[in-house]
Every structure is written in C-alpha cells, then in structure tokens.
C-alpha cells in the first residue's frame, strides 16, 4: 500500500468514526500518518475534554483504522 493508498484508508476510516463522535458534539481530524506505523489525530469539540477519550481513541478510533489500514500499530491524540 502507498503512502497515499494508506492517507485515504485512514480517512475513510475517520469518516466511518466521524457521525458517532458528531452525536456527542466532537470531531476528529488526521494530523499525520508517521513511517506508516503511526496515525496522529486530534479530537475536537466535545471530545477535547471526555473522560472517556482515551477508551474512544483506543477501542473506536484505533480499532477502525487498523480495520482499514492493518499496518498501522498505534493511534495517538495530540492537542
């Protein structure tokens, strides 16, 4: 897969997560994919301040993205 190959699939993943962080007023946004190992993200809206982020991040977030992209190994939520 090309490192553009891997950007789309990442961003079809986010648009598959997308309309469920919406019905909780947040967002997410791609803000790098690094050595197509590592997906940076950045929860916005009401996701910024969610105790449960990092149980989204993992289980929702990282687990659709790998569904989409198998290689990638961790998601991360930078601020």
């Excluded at 909780?24 to 803000?31: P, Q, R, Y």
């Excluded at 929860?43 to 910024?48: D, H, K, S, Y």
Aim: hydrophobic share 40%; glycine share 6%.
């Amino acid at each position: 897969m090309t490192t553009e190959e891997l950007r789309m699939n990442v961003e079809k993943a986010l648009e598959e997560i997308r309309p469920f962080l919406k019905s909780d007023g947040g967002d997410i946004s791609l803000v790098a994919i690094e050595d197509d190992k590592r997906v940076k993200v950045q929860l916005e809206g009401a996701c910024v301040g969610c105790s449960v982020n990092q149980m989204t991040l993992k289980s929702g977030v990282e687990m659709t993205i790998k569904k989409y992209a198998p290689q990638i190994e961790e998601v991360l939520n930078v601020e």
